[in-house]
């Protein structure tokens, strides 16, 4: 199939890497690890010629554990020759207060990037 022969291409969205495991299981690792490997897939899909948004979910399943999306976003999206790079959370278990996801949150809208909370909910407080 080709990119032409997508009549509704224009209102999918790429999500790169869906609930991507921590970089180790304690969800420490180092941030490069993501972003580095965030920002070679955003190259590639560009590459290809895919125009899409792009949504890029984080670490840890969604959570972003170790606050990767957060210290990295703006970098992440400059590599976007598009700018048209989207960053999806989860905010349950290691963001499970209003204060801690507010605080979270905060940073995306007081820097001007794009987030999406892709899923939340009570439980699952896994610190």
Request: proline share 5%; glycine share 8%; charged share 20%.
């Given at each position: 199939m080709?990119?032409?022969?997508?009549?509704?291409?224009v209102?999918?969205?790429?999500?790169?890497?869906?609930?991507?495991?921590?970089?180790?299981?304690?969800?420490?690792?180092?941030?490069?690890?993501?972003?580095?490997?965030t920002?070679?897939?955003?190259?590639?899909?560009?590459?290809?010629?895919?125009?899409?948004?792009?949504m890029?979910?984080?670490?840890?399943?969604?959570?972003?554990?170790?606050?990767?999306?957060?210290?990295?976003?703006?970098?992440?999206?400059?590599?976007?020759?598009?700018?048209?790079?989207?960053f999806?959370?989860?905010?349950?278990?290691?963001?499970?207060?209003a204060?801690?996801?507010?605080?979270?949150?905060?940073?995306?809208?007081?820097?001007?990037?794009?987030?999406?909370?892709?899923e939340?909910?009570?439980?699952?407080?896994?610190?």
């Open positions: 080709t990119k032409s022969s997508w009549p509704i291409s209102f999918l969205t790429l999500t790169q890497s869906q609930q991507r495991r921590p970089v180790d299981q304690d969800e420490r690792g180092p941030d490069s690890a993501w972003t580095n490997a920002k070679s897939a955003i190259s590639k899909l560009r590459v290809a010629g895919l125009r899409h948004a792009l890029a979910d984080a670490p840890s399943w969604g959570q972003d554990g170790a606050g990767t999306v957060r210290n990295t976003a703006t970098s992440v999206l400059a590599a976007d020759p598009d700018h048209n790079t989207v999806s959370v989860h905010l349950y278990g290691v963001y499970d207060t204060a801690e996801a507010q605080n979270y949150l905060n940073h995306f809208v007081d820097n001007r990037l794009p987030v999406v909370v892709g939340f909910g009570l439980g699952m407080a896994e610190k």
